[in-house]
């Protein structure tokens, strides 16, 4: 029944028979999973369904977004505030959806911001970054975000390690002894989800690259892979490659937490930035704070252990019992499957090859379960099934290899076109994977789409994974790079998504509740317009009084209470995007007029049969002009004067 299209291996489409069907979600129907996908240097995260790969949603996270206003509104400015000002883009890598005793629980997806290291996130029932917390001590948020089996702890740990302290102004070349590492342990209040730095953990200057925690019976473990023990500052692609070994550094969380509570963290001073959305206020706010506490292995002891791990480590994974810990060094010709067991027999029997920068190193025999051998060129990262198989993606000979756990046996491989990067198995990292598809994010795309000049669409690929075979099911091309994902049922998130926010529950400060609270106001030089958009008018839709000079605030409150109705609110020449407003939802459009006339505004979003009547003029006049504010929506209605 299944025709294999016959082409020779490398230049095949190799699809089954049935893959059409296999992928083929009829109009009109739902997908069975939401796939979160990072967007890599687009600083968003995109959701695709699946099997379809038909594209849902862009969630602005650490980039602007002028198509929904997101960092041009007021509202939402200082969500991307931190210690360094407003910044406006960052390199969103890896997600992590949120599980309750290792399982989704639907909650949350978080995301990392690896440029200016930060962690947000994205409430799960309304599809929005709610809150972004800063990294201090970080270089580069790369190691991140990675949580706990209760999403106790959202996880990051610094790529680049830097100058701390007060001695900030170091030469370049004194890394070794200037320049530390850290990572950071960042709480997550259950059941609000806000995160607070709860401590760090001081360590030697080497590049923290992924993580994952344990889970199941290594709950209280978390793991990291680390290159560049060579402590280089340049050319690392030559000097951090020297070593035949490097790190997988083994945390004792559990430990940390004790020290913790007894008093053995040292306060440090830093600054960063705190910054949360508030779904009442329809607001964000931004807090600076000053000081974390840091926890140094080299006082405290049976905190942090050392493996090593060949060579250039690169993806860290635990699999589903948590007993398996599974290394990829880019560089290696085998794969390090380590064993939680041994790791905690050779710490208990003292199995160690002296230290690292005072962290014992454990012996690399007596923490392997195996390796997998001959498995491919350049294994980074590894997903799992439920039923005991891991698929390890491989950057260099483009593929993914089915490899089983107990006896490391190389089970099935497949061609991916080209050059995959992360991969993703739905419930992959968690401690019950719902299995049935394996997703690849390739970095290359070459002559899989259509060209479309110099820049082709990145892209993924489909297969299924419910038979012995993997089966290529899809190609679809993704927005940014898609750099990690993680796949959940649709059960769990579609039944709690937000359809509204309600107009009786709407606490911004500007909002207006109802077309008869629309008023223009003038403070000094700020013209505050309290306006409503309900089908198809805004209240008012006939300003005057606004002089050069001003700057003038548009708080548009939607006052429709239908899912799937947002109004957009323009106006001509505004250095600033739209508005996109959810209704029952406020938003603040700033407008600094810098030419006097009139000047249309109107709604963007295709809302009614008389959208295109959906707009108005404000009119501008001279610095002294004597003009005063008059607003209204058919009726002419003067301000009261203040
Ligand atoms: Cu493998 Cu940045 Cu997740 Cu790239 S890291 S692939
Ligand atoms: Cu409101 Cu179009």
């Given at each position: 029944m299944m025709q294999t299209a016959c082409k020779p291996k490398g230049m095949q489409t190799a699809v089954q028979g049935d893959a059409a069907v296999k992928a083929y979600v009829p109009p009109g129907q739902y997908d069975e999973f939401y796939n979160f996908v990072s967007g890599g240097f687009s600083g968003q995260m995109s959701v695709y369904g699946l099997p379809s790969g038909r594209l849902f949603r862009v969630i602005p996270v650490f980039s602007v977004d002028p198509e929904k206003g997101y960092?041009?509104?007021e509202e939402t400015k200082a969500m991307l505030n931190t210690s360094h000002g407003f910044v406006p883009w960052d390199d969103l890598h890896h997600i992590a959806l949120s599980t309750s005793e290792g399982i989704h629980d639907g909650r949350w997806a978080f995301g990392n911001g690896n440029n200016t290291p930060r962690i947000a996130r994205i409430d799960l029932k309304t599809f929005r970054t709610a809150e972004i917390i800063e990294i201090p001590n970080s270089g580069g948020n790369h190691s991140s975000p990675f949580i706990t089996e209760n999403s106790e702890y959202v996880v990051a740990g610094t790529r680049f390690s830097v100058p701390m302290g007060d001695k900030l102004d170091v030469p370049i070349n004194t890394y070794k002894e200037n320049f530390r590492g850290t990572v950071s342990f960042i709480s997550v209040d259950q059941p609000t989800g806000h995160m607070k730095i709860a401590f760090q953990i001081l360590l030697p200057g080497v590049n923290f690259d992924l993580a994952r925690a344990g889970k199941g019976k290594s709950h209280g473990w978390f793991f990291f892979s680390c290159y560049n023990s060579e402590r280089a500052n340049t050319l690392l692609e030559v000097n951090a490659s020297q070593k035949d070994k490097d790190f997988v550094m083994a945390v004792n969380w559990k430990k940390a937490e004790e020290y913790l509570k007894a008093g053995k963290g040292q306060k440090r001073s830093v600054k960063y930035a705190h910054n949360v959305y508030d779904d009442s206020k329809h607001m964000a706010t931004s807090t600076i704070e000053n000081e974390v506490i840091v926890l140094d292995p080299k006082d405290l002891p049976d905190m942090v252990y050392l493996m090593p791990c060949p060579k250039s480590p690169h993806g860290c994974d635990t699999d589903?019992?948590?007993?398996?810990?599974?290394?990829?060094?880019?560089?290696?010709?085998i794969i390090p499957v380590f064993s939680f067991t041994k790791i905690q027999e050779a710490i208990a029997q003292k199995k160690f090859d002296g230290d690292y920068e005072g962290i014992p190193v454990l012996n690399y025999d007596a923490v392997l379960h195996g390796e997998v051998k001959k498995p491919g060129l350049g294994p980074l990262h590894t997903e799992f099934d439920d039923k005991g198989n891991a698929y390890t993606s491989f950057f260099v000979s483009s593929e993914i290899v089915k490899w089983r756990i107990s006896d490391l046996q190389v089970l099935d491989r497949v061609a991916t076109y080209y050059s995959v990067g992360h991969l993703c198995?739905?419930?992959?990292?968690?401690?019950?994977?719902?299995g049935k598809y394996v997703i690849a994010y390739n970095k290359i795309t070459k002559d899989r789409y259509l060209p479309t000049g110099p820049e082709l669409t990145q892209s993924a690929q489909l297969f299924s994974i419910d038979g012995d075979k993997m089966k290529l099911l899809l190609d679809f091309p993704t927005i940014g790079e898609p750099h990690y994902a993680e796949a959940i049922p649709a059960e769990l998130l579609k039944k709690n998504s937000t359809k509204i926010y309600k107009l009786e529950e709407n606490k911004n400060p500007y909002a207006a509740l109802g077309e008869k609270n629309a008023k223009v106001e003038r403070k000094g030089n700020e013209v505050h317009v309290y306006m409503t958009s309900i089908r198809?008018?805004?209240?008012?839709?006939?300003?005057?009084?606004v002089k050069l000079g001003d700057a003038v605030y548009f708080h548009v409150t939607n006052l429709e209470q239908d899912w799937d109705v947002p109004h957009g609110f323009a106006v001509k020449g505004a250095n600033n995007a739209e508005l996109l407003i959810m209704p029952g939802e406020t938003q603040t459009l700033l407008w600094k007029p810098e030419r006097v006339g009139v000047f249309p505004m109107y709604c963007t979003d295709f809302c009614s049969a008389l959208h295109q009547e959906m707009q108005g003029y404000i009119r501008v006049s001279p610095a002294g002009s004597n003009v005063p504010i008059t607003f209204s929506t058919g009726v002419k209605r003067e301000e009261k004067v203040q």
């Open positions: 960092g041009y509104a589903p019992t948590g007993e398996y810990i599974v290394g990829s060094g880019k560089l290696a010709a198995v739905p419930g992959g990292p968690t401690k019950k994977p719902w198809s008018h805004f209240t008012p839709d006939n300003i005057e009084g």
